[in-house]
């Protein structure tokens, strides 16, 4: 990264350098999740010995913290250290997607079209286009975790940035961002059933429900607010810690020529017609839902598998038109260049299976989130220091539990009925969680994506890169993000304005 001595730095940027000092102090991967596993098998052996109870409202049952060091905690282990690691969710995600996308790069496919598509857009531009792009992202879910960032980077270094920026700034918009965008997502859907199944236990007489579009119109301006702040802030503090890039620049921009336009234009075919498909099989019915939507649609369901087909169709397009492969064996050859760079998440993995698993077994995150709710309760604010306490509690239990409707679902059952007892609309207090539950995503070492993250920024643009310059440099992403998100959701609110169709920050007169 680009030196300054003491005198140019900025308190943020000492600040940040000292976060990233201290985080690469870490120790690798694989043995950072191995300690993790160590501290979280005693303290679930300690709140066993101890008694320790909490009753989960989403249930009403209690719950205790599992013990590892038991006749019950080690057939667990027995039972369970093999699927913790194929079971691990991201394990499949990132390799098949990584796959996909890696035919359509070694392929020469992304180079082009960037250095086609990207020639006469102002590079000052490029970051909020980045943004823009991992924030719209999440429709896709996890997925554009893994499609946006090495995309972003590719097109920093076609523009003459760094590609390693390029990356953070992709991720921030897919994780910090992933409560807004223009669409109705399937998150949407998910976090609306355990608010009305939270108003359904409050309320059982009731019909009252809130719709998944109660967020929608806050959630869609939202969008601008993500683009507007990441941007700006890679811009304003990331970019000029790290300087300018002095790696392999071959893929900067260059001058697209004749069988490359050709290879483009075979693959844009190929890819409209891929599409059109998808559509038919959507419109026909096969990836629609029961009621021919979109919402819970084998579209959304599916959408790994598409988007894998999709990019291995354009890659391989692309790859053969151009002249790049020749035969299968060149294809074959392809795809073992990209997975061998795969090891040493492969190994992450492994581990970081094994501590997620045990971590939720012990009930420790249940617990966390439980007695953060209590707090929460006991406080008695209301009104505005109630709104921004809420978000800041969500954001601070996001570091540790990272599942956003796992939280939700033991929020919801305290917190909705809470604010509908002072007069707030069970939607509003959706909202306020899903503020404080986006922006410390892009930071938080709990989500196997930042390692992924590592992985691919190491083995292709800074061999010597720590999990540590990740992390400080998404923090001040996250953190600028959730202040301007709160000052956002306050005027929205006293501007009066509905925050989803047909519904407002109050609870209509006579649901109670």
Known sequence: MKQKTAAQKSWVDRMLTGIEAVCNKLPPPPILFCCLFVIVAIIGAIFSFA??????????????????????GLHWFLDNMVTNFTGFAPLGLVIAMTLAIGICEESGMLVSLLNSSMKNVPVALVPFAVAFIGTLGNIASDTSMIIVPPLAALLYLSVGKHPVVGMIVGYAGAQAGTAANLMIAGTDSLIQSLTNQAIAGFMPDSTFQVDVTCNWFFFMASVLLCTVVIGLVSIKIIEPRFGTYTGDSSEKMQEVGPQEKKALRATGIAAVLYILIIVVLFVA????????????????????????????????????VSGKFKNVVDVNKAMTRQMSAMGSYVLFCFFCGQFQSLFNWTKLGTMLAISGADFLGRINFTGIPLWVTFIILCA?????????????????????????LLGYHPGFAQLLYRIGDSPFNCFTPMSAYIWMLLSVAQTKYMKDLKIGTLVANEIPIAIVLQIAWIIFMVIWVLIGLPIGPGVGTMLPAGVM
């Open 285 to 320: 019915g096969p990836l629609a839902n029961e009621d021919g939507g979109l919402i819970g649609s084998y579209l959304l369901k599916g959408l790994i598998p598409i988007l894998f087909v999709f990019f291995f169709l354009c890659g391989l397009t692309y790859g053969y």
């Open 51 to 72: 008694g320790v109870s909490m009753t989960n409202p989403a249930t009403g049952e209690a719950v205790v913290s599992a013990n590892l060091f038991s006749t019950e």
């Open 396 to 420: 601070f239990i996001n570091i540790f539990m990272a599942s956003g409707s796992a939280k939700w679902a033991i929020f919801a059952p305290i917190f909705v009925p809470m604010f509908m």
